[in-house]
């Protein structure tokens, strides 16, 4: 595909960023907020699609940050936070720059999809090509417009479809930009990992932006804890770095989680939950009853360790192999630590809160 501002849009280093800050051919100025179109490829029947771009620069130079939402179509928590954070609480730059795009993946969103139209996973396509796949060639247009022109960069995903994740940060606790951003950000739970290869975030960390994401929550729903806990994060991050006035949230406790491990059924059948997202779970404590169809108990399935439950299905019913519990491991220590801390975090805590309202589809027993 021809591009037309390539010379400006590779010349990101440094020195170019003091001067200038170019996304989509359009020059944003210092103190200027702008809404721009990043025009990327077209649908079959050759009408353009453009990504908005929201663009934020005080008048100040200073971090650069990006937020991302939707890189899969159907997550789409980002979209909401996106909105909270530019409608209800509208950060007043400081230094800097804050750019956002609300839905990176336009066609799956259309199409109610994790995936792009040539069934390609964007984020796992990262950092792209200008001459690969479609979604390549988008991986490809967002790394050079938006990432590789920042410093730092935070990424929105939910759980895998028919699955809900307790909101928690994953980065690479290994690089000192990312451990700094995830620690920022407040989550309670980081997950330490790189990330899978061409996943947006272990491209960008690769490529020298530190870039963490928040993964909360369910697929096709904009749930309002996870966006109260996402504004949040993104208020401490700018805060952190200096970008905008006011001091950081810090949770009750933050977790470095190093270890999970996916709970799955031997057998088919109904499933009786007996914990819920963020829940303090003891080694071989009952996490579900498996019922036959007629309600009698075949098995019980119990956790494989003291941990915290991270993530869980919302399906009622599950496949011999399914996935059922997703449980970030503890030691014993942190674990006893961890339930002290708990206990005394107020309910009115984002945290506490969202325990409830990611439970609310199932039946604890
Ligand atoms: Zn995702």
């Known amino acids: 595909m021809p591009r037309k501002h390539s010379e400006r849009r590779t010349a990101a280093t440094p020195r170019q960023r003091s001067r200038g800050l170019v996304i989509a051919g359009e020059r944003i100025r210092p103190g200027e907020t702008r809404e721009l179109h990043l025009r990327f490829g077209a649908t079959y029947l ?3 699609v453009s990504i908005p771009v929201y663009v934020m620069r005080a008048r100040k130079d200073g971090p650069r940050v990006f937020i991302m ?13 996106v909105r909270e ?15 956002i795009i609300p839905v990176a993946n336009i066609q799956g969103l259309e199409r109610h999809s994790r995936y792009m139209p040539d069934r390609r996973d964007l984020n796992r396509s990262f950092p792209g090509s200008p001459n690969g796949s479609l979604t390549r060639r988008l991986a490809h247009e967002i790394f050079t417009e938006v990432v590789a022109q920042c410093d730092y960069g935070i990424d929105f995903h939910s759980a895998a479809v028919r699955r809900t994740n307790y909101p928690n940060v994953r980065a690479s606790m290994r690089d000192p930009g990312a451990k700094r951003l995830a620690k920022a950000f407040g989550c309670e739970l980081i997950v330490s990992s790189r990330g899978p290869r061409g996943s947006l975030r272990r491209a960008a960390v690769e490529a020298g932006v530190p870039t963490i994401i928040l993964e909360a929550g369910e697929v096709w729903k904009i749930e309002p804890g996870v966006v109260e806990i996402g504004v949040r994060g993104c208020l401490n991050v700018l805060q952190s770095l200096g970008m905008i006035a006011g001091d950081p949230e810090p949770p009750s406790f933050q977790l470095s989680i190093s270890k999970t491990i996916w709970v799955r059924s031997e057998l088919g059948g109904l499933l009786g939950f007996h914990a819920r997202p963020g829940q303090l ?11 036959n169809i007629f309600g009698r108990e075949q098995t019980s399935l119990i956790s494989p360790a003291d ?29 006893e630590e961890t339930q002290r801390k708990m206990a005394a975090r107020s309910d009115s805590s984002p945290y506490a809160r969202i325990q409830d309202d990611l439970a609310t589809n199932i039946t604890l027993r």
């Open 46 to 48: 050759g009408s353009p």
């Open 307 to 335: 941990g915290i439950v991270l993530g869980m299905t919302t399906m009622p019913m599950v496949n011999p192999g399914g996935i059922v519990y997703h449980i970030a491991a503890l030691s014993q220590r942190t674990f």
């Open 281 to 291: 779970v003891h080694k071989n404590q009952g996490l579900a009853t498996i019922y």
């Open 69 to 81: 939402g939707v890189i899969h179509g159907d997550e789409l928590n980002g979209i909401g936070i």
């Open 85 to 99: 954070l530019l409608y209800d609480k509208p950060p007043k730059l400081l230094k800097g720059a804050l750019i």
